[in-house]
């Protein structure tokens, strides 16, 4: 099946550097890739959807300007949480779904445990 | 305003016995449903899915039931086994073209088998 892989696992920062997290499609040319953040014990919610080649399409009431979205290929997308502070303190998961897959289907990355002191 | 509900947190079942998770929905644009199984500290795992036009659809051990009156799925898992001990969400898409398409997810059941 398809693999799509997040780097790092699991990061500690300090409050107001920022962090890179990279998500990569191993097998298959992603077209579309999706961040999603899970809070403890509550959904994922989804935070942006990038296109290949585009500009990220934020959902209501995530900054823009604080987690920067970067789609430049097919099997690579980041994203970038730019002067973190604890509140960013989350899981964040990224998915990705590709052109003659069953693109319903999102295949998910490892997640990455992002740690803000 | 929660699209997608999964109004059952925990789940406990016998090995062997049958597990049922449900699903229910607000959004009568929802035309494709999924379930995807997670362990702690990794991404999803997409389990099943069912289109609005089918009410059933089979793989395994896995079977998704889709009532559209009652806006309600329902994923039957027969037999249960240990490893299937897990958290499960239901997602629910409403298509937006040609291309990908953005899920809506449930906050999640977990469900542990016992042995």
């Known amino acids: 099946g398809a693999v799509v892989s997040q780097h790092p696992s699991w990061v500690i920062c300090k409050s107001g550097t920022s962090v890179k997290i990279e998500c990569r499609s191993l097998?298959?040319?992603?077209?579309?890739m999706f961040w999603y953040r899970q809070f403890p014990k509550q959904s994922l919610m989804l935070m942006a959807t990038?296109?290949?080649?585009?500009?990220?399409?934020?959902e209501q009431g995530v900054e823009k300007d604080k987690f920067l979205i970067n789609h430049a290929s097919l099997t690579l997308s980041t994203l970038t949480v730019t002067s973190a502070h604890p509140e960013d303190s989350s899981f964040y998961i990224c998915?990705?779904?590709?052109?003659?897959?069953?693109?319903?289907?999102?295949?998910f990355g490892p997640g990455t445990r992002l740690t803000v002191t | 305003d929660q699209q997608v509900k999964q109004n059952s947190p925990s789940l406990s079942v016998q090995e062997g016995r049958i597990s049922i998770l449900n699903c229910d929905y607000t959004?009568?644009?929802?035309?494709?449903f999924l379930w995807y199984k997670k362990y702690p500290a990794e991404g999803p795992t997409f389990l099943i899915s069912i289109s609005s036009i089918k009410d059933k659809n089979e793989d395994g051990r896995f079977t998704v039931f889709l009532n559209k009156s009652a806006k309600h799925l329902s994923l039957h898992i027969v037999p249960s086994q240990p490893g299937d001990s897990a958290v499960y969400f239901c997602?629910?898409?409403?298509?937006?073209?040609?291309?990908?398409?953005?899920?809506?997810f449930g906050k999640g059941t977990k469900l542990s088998v016992i042995p």
């Open positions: 997602a629910a898409s409403a298509g937006s073209g040609a291309g990908s398409y953005q899920l809506t």
């Open positions: 990038s296109n290949e080649g585009s500009k990220a399409t934020y």
């Open positions: 097998d298959f040319q992603a077209t579309t």
């Open positions: 959004n009568s644009m929802f035309d494709y």
């Open positions: 998915s990705a779904t590709g052109l003659g897959e069953a693109t319903y289907e999102q295949y």
